[in-house]
């Protein structure tokens, strides 16, 4: 076979991925040295003027800090604060300052950036031989968890704290000790004090950990930040640690970490992998659940983020955090922003992870001599003699002659028992008070479960190469400018065949395998005696023989941000602007192939098989085509004026905004527009009291003039009860921190699909039908074009709108070690934007109207807890997330119901109509007799319900209940609202983590409630054994567990077997029979890893190592058992699978 250009397999591969991780590399490496490179100290560009008489040198430092970005370290004891002095500066640097500031006296300092180091000069005086040889030298490093130096960190000796030292830029101490006997006592500000025995080393390095309840921590949200104790909104966040997992998506790893978030995961196809998630559950019957996500504060997907890029990750809930965001807010907001550079010298981080997968559950099938037995079984329950006689099912049983007889596991023929991931990412930090920069590139390769075509000519298998590039910088222009440059790439390069996966996995479930060979044993392309329809292929053909494609899809995502500091105007007053570009492109390579097929039947007398021919076809694979191209870029502008100042006690801040974004299709001629205001202000009172109102007044073009701006407000309060100062210190000892908030306000919604522009009419020309004098042919009464109108004008459609509450509280116990964030949240959503379904057609109208028509109320609470506790060097950690929801529709677009139990009114979003399966039918039930061919036939007793659902009706079929007691089962026997809905109710998550001397353990489970699965989702195929008949069907190994003559049982699987649909109509409408709890609990993680030693990290010049192995969807306990309970009613399991994985990963900084 020859090759074909650069489509060639071998080409594509190498070439390809080579040259374009050459690039990659060589611009990573150049940008990140010449920013490592780039210096500069703010020291010499801050400047003070200070005329100073009288005041303390206390006064002095803290009037230092306050107008500046320094910090001033110095240990008890090493300086007179309270030393008056006098300072005269103009326009100085902080240096001169010192100067004059510890002149005469025995002081130094040392300036790094930002840190100023107050010490003790060394005197002169040598102490004596005696006074050495008493004295012990202890020396070490501080550092934090992640391996990174402090500098000005104390190190005293507890009760004595006039013996110490404090940390120097390397993070480096040094102290004299009177004896090892002693305890050393290592703090920071911001951190715990660790409490560390001497006993005789004289080399110790520590590691602080954050203080959870000491830092002033600064969290993200709409449009800004805010300090963690004055957020009002109902918010959650996760640690970026959290959210790695060896997938190409980051959604994947969502489930049960984030309260408030329910996510599920339906298929592990690469590619195709993205889970669904939804904030507080689903509040709308009419599609448009998903969440606003920002990634950086533009709007954008986050799927194909690396988790290494990722600094914060947090999910707004209530309105109060929302409302800004006016008519994307209603279904939440998703906050994600990515690391930027620190000041700090160059840090490298490299991490590489090799992942193999195999899938958690697949179908398993009978073979051919079972299947042919049970569909002779069902023949004989449908009244009709055996199709296969027991001499030829001996032939299959035996495997007589594997071509003519064949027993073909398609599961084994198209999928690999494993599969292979690699990731590798590149990521350089740092800078100074000037530039700072974060640079990151990575590259991830996956491939799927499918088997490569046996002689190479083309890929099979789906497989994914994905480049990701990252640059963040932030520029100090002048002392009141900043400017950040962000720039972000994603190169994916996508293989599969040239039939697609559903269709593929589709037919490995309904083709049976007596059929014929995957191939000829002599290498003979097979099939079916006759390809009567779609459903007759050989699965191996739709793999290995049509083709392949490729997809390239490129993602550039640019922004420029500049903030503007406008103290000249008035303190705290700043203007911020953002402009963002991004562009999107896909396109789609086809091979397609179609080799002759043929049908063995028989053997000549030398033995050689006989084949006719099915199919003809062409024996080479044809010329690449482009099948599809799309491109679509998008323009985001945001400016704001901000304002943030503290009088005393007071802390206020405002924001206005303006916000306007367009997205252009290269398939539709006019961009998407929307635009908008913003505004929030808020005002703490003693760290005690706080209050914050937002709003959002957005514009929408899918509404006509004076319905098209909508205006959202919200308003929260909190209440840091623990801070007043009548709060109990009994009570504080348990109970250290109790925030209490609550918020209420408005959010909309817009969406509408692909529909634009609802408020004007549409019309078609061309639309012939009817006649009008000669025509337009020139003949008499010829047929003329006319026009039609085809949607109506909806000129009074308007906003979508959701009215929120939100009541909750935060909560610390002994001294934080144990944190509790609660919420109760309760909205109600109207004005619902749908198609009406009962406007008759006779009405006049070609196509449903919109309308603003429903509404649906949604409640429940979520809640987080945190632990942390240790025991000597173990530390240990907890955490834990619960979310519950749950919906009711209020008002929908429905008839007036014979019977109330059939309403959607009163019900759940995505409940199931349902049948109530009573029991299997008996013998008893029915009048016996005995055809032609000597079986029995059944007439029902006539004071039994009369079924009316087709089929054949026999012992062993299900019996439903007559609900409206009229002697009919037919459609008014079914029941809405049995079960609960297929999108979980519940979602949980929780786990331990444990760290002794460098090594680690976590655990995590996640789990989901109060939802259903319908087996068989809504289709039959695979699942009802002979769906399509005896050609077309396949036979799972569960359905062994059937109803039969000898085994007349009610507590089977599956009723009574018959030969085809049309006979088991009766048993397979959607009924409580094939209804299954589809609650389950996944053990979603475990890691195993190892911290190498400080000590040995400096002898090799690097800054940290681990080394880490972790597994990944592990188990499942669940009630389903025949496929992967996440999947939902996903075709019952006719989709790809999810992946139970295992990877290997090291991670080290230098």
Same mark, same amino acid.
């Given at each position: 076979?020859?090759?074909?250009?650069?489509?060639?397999?071998?080409?594509?591969?190498?070439?390809?991925?080579?040259?374009?991780?050459?690039?990659?590399?060589?611009?990573?490496?150049?940008?990140?040295?010449?920013?490592?490179?780039?210096?500069?100290?703010?020291?010499?560009?801050?400047?003070?003027?200070?005329?100073?008489?009288?005041?303390?040198?206390?006064?002095?430092?803290?009037?230092?800090?306050?107008?500046?970005?320094?910090?001033?370290?110095?240990?008890?004891?090493?300086?007179?604060?309270?030393?008056?002095?006098?300072?005269?500066?103009?326009?100085?640097?902080?240096?001169?300052?010192?100067?004059?500031?510890?002149?005469?006296?025995?002081?130094?300092?040392?300036?790094?950036?930002?840190?100023?180091?107050?010490?003790?000069?060394?005197?002169?005086?040598?102490?004596?031989?005696?006074?050495?040889?008493?004295?012990?030298?202890?020396?070490?490093?501080?550092?934090?968890?992640?391996?990174?130096?402090?500098?000005?960190?104390?190190?005293?000796?507890?009760?004595?704290?006039?013996?110490?030292?404090?940390?120097?830029?390397?993070?480096?101490?040094?102290?004299?000790?009177?004896?090892?006997?002693?305890?050393?006592?290592?703090?920071?500000?911001?951190?715990?004090?660790?409490?560390?025995?001497?006993?005789?080393?004289?080399?110790?390095?520590?590691?602080?950990?954050?203080?959870?309840?000491?830092?002033?921590?600064?969290?993200?949200?709409?449009?800004?930040?805010?300090?963690?104790?004055?957020?009002?909104?109902?918010?959650?966040?996760?640690?970026?640690?959290?959210?790695?997992?060896?997938?190409?998506?980051?959604?994947?790893?969502?489930?049960?970490?984030?309260?408030?978030?329910?996510?599920?995961?339906?298929?592990?196809?690469?590619?195709?992998?993205?889970?669904?998630?939804?904030?507080?559950?689903?509040?709308?019957?009419?599609?448009?659940?998903?969440?606003?996500?920002?990634?950086?504060?533009?709007?954008?997907?986050?799927?194909?983020?690396?988790?290494?890029?990722?600094?914060?990750?947090?999910?707004?809930?209530?309105?109060?955090?929302?409302?800004?965001?006016?008519?994307?807010?209603?279904?939440?907001?998703?906050?994600?922003?990515?690391?930027?550079?620190?000041?700090?010298?160059?840090?490298?981080?490299?991490?590489?992870?090799?992942?193999?997968?195999?899938?958690?559950?697949?179908?398993?099938?009978?073979?051919?001599?079972?299947?042919?037995?049970?569909?002779?079984?069902?023949?004989?329950?449908?009244?009709?003699?055996?199709?296969?006689?027991?001499?030829?099912?001996?032939?299959?049983?035996?495997?007589?002659?594997?071509?003519?007889?064949?027993?073909?596991?398609?599961?084994?023929?198209?999928?690999?028992?494993?599969?292979?991931?690699?990731?590798?990412?590149?990521?350089?930090?740092?800078?100074?008070?000037?530039?700072?920069?974060?640079?990151?590139?990575?590259?991830?390769?996956?491939?799927?479960?499918?088997?490569?075509?046996?002689?190479?000519?083309?890929?099979?298998?789906?497989?994914?190469?994905?480049?990701?590039?990252?640059?963040?910088?932030?520029?100090?222009?002048?002392?009141?400018?900043?400017?950040?440059?962000?720039?972000?790439?994603?190169?994916?390069?996508?293989?599969?065949?040239?039939?697609?996966?559903?269709?593929?996995?589709?037919?490995?479930?309904?083709?049976?395998?007596?059929?014929?060979?995957?191939?000829?044993?002599?290498?003979?392309?097979?099939?079916?005696?006759?390809?009567?329809?779609?459903?007759?292929?050989?699965?191996?053909?739709?793999?290995?023989?049509?083709?392949?494609?490729?997809?390239?899809?490129?993602?550039?995502?640019?922004?420029?941000?500049?903030?503007?500091?406008?103290?000249?105007?008035?303190?705290?007053?700043?203007?911020?602007?953002?402009?963002?570009?991004?562009?999107?492109?896909?396109?789609?390579?086809?091979?397609?192939?179609?080799?002759?097929?043929?049908?063995?039947?028989?053997?000549?007398?030398?033995?050689?098989?006989?084949?006719?021919?099915?199919?003809?076809?062409?024996?080479?694979?044809?010329?690449?085509?482009?099948?599809?191209?799309?491109?679509?870029?998008?323009?985001?502008?945001?400016?704001?004026?901000?304002?943030?100042?503290?009088?005393?006690?007071?802390?206020?801040?405002?924001?206005?905004?303006?916000?306007?974004?367009?997205?252009?299709?290269?398939?539709?001629?006019?961009?998407?527009?929307?635009?908008?205001?913003?505004?929030?202000?808020?005002?703490?009172?003693?760290?005690?009291?706080?209050?914050?109102?937002?709003?959002?007044?957005?514009?929408?073009?899918?509404?006509?003039?004076?319905?098209?701006?909508?205006?959202?407000?919200?308003?929260?309060?909190?209440?840091?009860?623990?801070?007043?100062?009548?709060?109990?210190?009994?009570?504080?000892?348990?109970?250290? /921190? *109790? @925030? %209490?908030? &609550?918020?209420?306000?408005? #959010?909309?919604?817009?969406?509408?699909?692909? +529909?634009?522009?609802?408020?004007?009419?549409?019309?078609?020309?061309?639309?012939?039908?009817?006649?009008?004098?000669?025509?337009?042919?020139?003949?008499?009464?010829?047929?003329?074009?006319?026009?039609?109108?085809?949607?109506?004008?909806?000129?009074?459609?308007?906003?979508?709108?959701?009215?929120?509450?939100?009541?909750?509280?935060?909560?610390?116990?002994?001294?934080?070690?144990?944190?509790?964030?609660?919420?109760?949240?309760?909205?109600?959503?109207?004005?619902?934007?749908?198609?009406?379904?009962?406007?008759?057609?006779?009405?006049?109208?070609?196509?449903?109207?919109?309308?603003?028509?429903?509404?649906?109320?949604?409640?429940?609470?979520?809640?987080?807890?945190?632990?942390?506790?240790?025991?000597? /060097? *173990? @530390? %240990?950690? &907890?955490?834990?997330?619960? #979310?519950?929801?749950?919906?009711?529709?209020? +008002?929908?677009?429905?008839?007036?119901?014979?019977?109330?139990?059939?309403?959607?009114?009163?019900?759940?979003?995505?409940?199931?109509?349902?049948?109530?399966?009573?029991?299997?039918?008996?013998?008893?039930?029915?009048?016996?007799?005995?055809?032609?061919?000597?079986?029995?036939?059944?007439?029902?007793?006539?004071?039994?319900?009369?079924?009316?659902?087709?089929?054949?009706?026999?012992?062993?079929?299900?019996?439903?209940?007559?609900?409206?007691?009229?002697?009919?089962?037919?459609?008014?026997?079914?029941?809405?609202?049995?079960?609960?809905?297929?999108?979980?109710?519940?979602?949980?998550?929780?786990?331990?983590?444990?760290?002794?001397?460098?090594?680690?353990?976590?655990?995590?489970?996640?789990?989901?409630?109060?939802?259903?699965?319908?087996?068989?989702?809504? #289709?039959?195929?695979?699942?009802?054994?002979?769906?399509?008949?005896?050609?077309?069907?396949?036979?799972?190994?569960?359905?062994?567990?059937?109803?039969?003559?000898?085994?007349?049982?009610?507590?089977?699987?599956?009723?009574?077997?018959?030969?085809?649909?049309?006979?088991?109509?009766?048993?397979?409408?959607?009924?409580?029979?094939?209804?299954?709890?589809?609650?389950?609990?996944?053990?979603?993680?475990?890691?195993?890893?190892?911290?190498?030693?400080?000590?040995?990290?400096?002898?090799?010049?690097?800054?940290?190592?681990?080394?880490?192995?972790?597994?990944?969807?592990?188990?499942?306990?669940?009630?389903?058992?025949?496929?992967?309970?996440?999947?939902?009613?996903?075709?019952?399991?006719?989709?790809?699978?999810?992946?139970?994985?295992?990877?290997?990963?090291?991670?080290?900084?230098?």
């Amino acid at each position: 076979m020859n090759n074909h250009g650069i489509f060639s397999p071998d080409r594509t591969k190498v070439r390809t991925l080579l040259s374009i991780k050459s690039i990659f590399l060589f611009l990573l490496f150049t940008f990140a040295f010449e920013m490592a490179y780039a210096s500069s100290v703010y020291s010499q560009t801050k400047v003070f003027t200070m005329q100073s008489a009288e005041k303390t040198v206390l006064q002095v430092f803290k009037e230092i800090e306050k107008n500046s970005e320094f910090i001033i370290f110095y240990r008890d004891g090493v300086i007179d604060l309270n030393r008056k002095v006098s300072v005269n500066v103009v326009n100085q640097s902080v240096d001169k300052i010192l100067e004059q500031l510890l002149a005469h006296t025995d002081n130094g300092f040392t300036i790094k950036d930002r840190q100023i180091i107050i010490y003790k000069k060394e005197t002169s005086a040598t102490p004596s031989v005696s006074q050495q040889k008493n004295k012990i030298k202890v020396t070490g490093v501080v550092t934090d968890a992640k391996g990174e130096s402090i500098i000005g960190a104390n190190v005293v000796v507890k009760g004595n704290p006039t013996i110490g030292a404090i940390t120097n830029m390397e993070g480096r101490y040094e102290v004299m000790l009177p004896s090892d006997d002693v305890i050393l006592l290592v703090s920071y500000l911001g951190y715990n004090t660790e409490e560390i025995k001497v006993k005789g080393r004289r080399n110790i390095n520590v590691v602080l950990h954050e203080d959870s309840k000491a830092l002033d921590e600064v969290v993200i949200v709409g449009y800004g930040k805010q300090k963690k104790e004055s957020v009002v909104v109902s918010m959650s966040s996760i640690k970026p640690k959290d959210i790695v997992v060896p997938s190409r998506s980051l959604n994947n790893s969502l489930a049960g970490q984030v309260a408030g978030l329910i996510a599920v995961q339906r298929s592990g196809e690469p590619g195709y992998d993205n889970a669904e998630f939804w904030i507080r559950g689903v509040s709308t019957f009419a599609g448009g659940t998903s969440p606003l996500v920002l990634v950086d504060g533009v709007p954008r997907n986050m799927s194909d983020i690396e988790p290494d890029e990722i600094e914060t990750f947090s999910v707004l809930k209530d309105a109060a955090a929302t409302a800004i965001y006016g008519a994307e807010g209603a279904n939440g907001v998703v906050l994600v922003t990515t690391k930027r550079g620190r000041v700090e010298k160059a840090k490298i981080s490299f991490k590489t992870e090799h992942t193999i997968s195999s899938p958690t559950r697949l179908p398993e099938f009978v073979g051919s001599a079972d299947y042919l037995s049970l569909y002779n079984e069902a023949l004989r329950n449908d009244g009709e003699g055996p199709q296969f006689s027991d001499e030829l099912i001996a032939h299959y049983r035996n495997n007589d002659d594997p071509d003519l007889y064949p027993n073909t596991n398609w599961i084994d023929e198209l999928l690999r028992k494993n599969t292979f991931s690699h990731r590798y990412t590149l990521n350089v930090r740092g800078g100074t008070e000037k530039a700072k920069y974060f640079v990151s590139g990575a590259y991830y390769n996956e491939s799927g479960l499918f088997k490569n075509r046996p002689n190479g000519i083309y890929d099979t298998n789906i497989g994914i190469d994905r480049f990701n590039l990252r640059s963040n910088i932030d520029m100090a222009v002048s002392s009141t400018t900043t400017v950040g440059v962000d720039l972000a790439m994603q190169y994916l390069i996508n293989n599969y065949p040239g039939t697609g996966t559903s269709t593929i996995f589709r037919s490995m479930l309904i083709t049976p395998p007596y059929a014929f060979p995957a191939v000829y044993s002599d290498g003979t392309v097979a099939t079916y005696a006759q390809e009567r329809d779609a459903n007759m292929r050989n699965p191996y053909n739709l793999l290995m023989n049509s083709g392949y494609a490729k997809e390239y899809r490129t993602g550039i995502q640019s922004k420029v941000n500049v903030n503007q500091k406008l103290d000249f105007i008035t303190k705290g007053l700043s203007a911020n602007l953002n402009v963002s570009y991004d562009y999107d492109s896909e396109m789609i390579i086809r091979r397609e192939y179609n080799p002759t097929r043929y049908h063995a039947t028989g053997r000549d007398e030398l033995g050689q098989l006989i084949f006719s021919t099915v199919v003809s076809g062409n024996p080479d694979i044809q010329d690449p085509k482009n099948s599809a191209t799309s491109a679509t870029k998008k323009i985001y502008i945001d400016a704001s004026i901000n304002y943030k100042r503290t009088f005393g006690k007071h802390d206020v801040g405002a924001m206005l905004l303006y916000m306007q974004k367009e997205t252009q299709q290269h398939n539709v001629p006019l961009p998407f527009r929307k635009q908008g205001f913003v505004g929030r202000a808020t005002y703490g009172y003693d760290g005690r009291y706080f209050i914050e109102g937002n709003f959002g007044y957005t514009g929408s073009e899918a509404f006509a003039e004076g319905n098209r701006f909508g205006f959202f407000p919200a308003i929260g309060a909190a209440y840091y009860l623990s801070n007043e100062s009548f709060y109990p210190e009994a009570i504080k000892k348990v109970v250290n /921190k *109790l @925030k %209490l908030r &609550a918020s209420v306000g408005r #959010t909309g919604n817009d969406k509408t699909g692909q +529909e634009r522009f609802l408020y004007r009419p549409t019309f078609t020309t061309n639309a012939g039908g009817f006649t009008q004098g000669i025509g337009d042919t020139g003949g008499t009464n010829g047929i003329g074009n006319g026009i039609v109108e085809g949607r109506f004008a909806a000129p009074y459609l308007a906003w979508e709108i959701e009215d929120k509450q939100n009541y909750g509280f935060d909560l610390g116990l002994f001294d934080n070690r144990i944190d509790i964030i609660f919420d109760y949240f309760r909205s109600e959503r109207r004005d619902i934007l749908l198609q009406r379904r009962t406007v008759p057609q006779l009405g006049g109208l070609r196509q449903d109207p919109w309308q603003n028509f429903g509404k649906v109320r949604n409640q429940g609470i979520d809640m987080s807890m945190n632990l942390n506790q240790q025991i000597g /060097k *173990l @530390k %240990l950690s &907890a955490r834990g997330t619960f #979310t519950f929801t749950r919906n009711k529709i209020l +008002e929908y677009d429905e008839l007036p119901q014979k019977y109330g139990y059939q309403a959607v009114t009163g019900t759940r979003v995505s409940e199931n109509t349902l049948y109530i399966a009573d029991r299997l039918y008996t013998e008893d039930d029915f009048i016996v007799s005995t055809n032609a061919n000597g079986l029995k036939t059944y007439k029902l007793r006539s004071e039994l319900p009369r079924p009316t659902l087709g089929g054949l009706i026999g012992p062993g079929d299900i019996k439903y209940v007559d609900v409206n007691g009229d002697g009919v089962i037919d459609s008014y026997d079914q029941v809405r609202g049995v079960g609960n809905p297929s999108t979980p109710e519940i979602i949980y998550g929780f786990g331990l983590n444990a760290e002794y001397k460098g090594f680690y353990a976590s655990i995590f489970f996640q789990g989901a409630g109060n939802t259903s699965v319908l087996l068989g989702g809504a #289709t039959s195929e695979g699942w009802y054994p002979f769906s399509w008949g005896v050609d077309q069907s396949n036979y799972r190994t569960f359905a062994l567990d059937r109803w039969t003559e000898n085994n007349p049982s009610q507590d089977v699987i599956i009723p009574r077997l018959h030969k085809n649909n049309a006979n088991n109509a009766n048993n397979r409408v959607a009924s409580t029979w094939w209804l299954r709890n589809g609650s389950f609990l996944r053990l979603k993680n475990i890691e195993f890893g190892y911290q190498l030693p400080k000590k040995f990290m400096d002898k090799i010049g690097f800054e940290a190592a681990r080394i880490y192995i972790m597994g990944y969807n592990l188990a499942v306990w669940d009630d389903i058992k025949y496929f992967d309970p996440e999947a939902g009613n996903a075709n019952a399991g006719l989709n790809y699978p999810l992946p139970r994985t295992f990877t290997l990963g090291l991670d080290f900084t230098f």
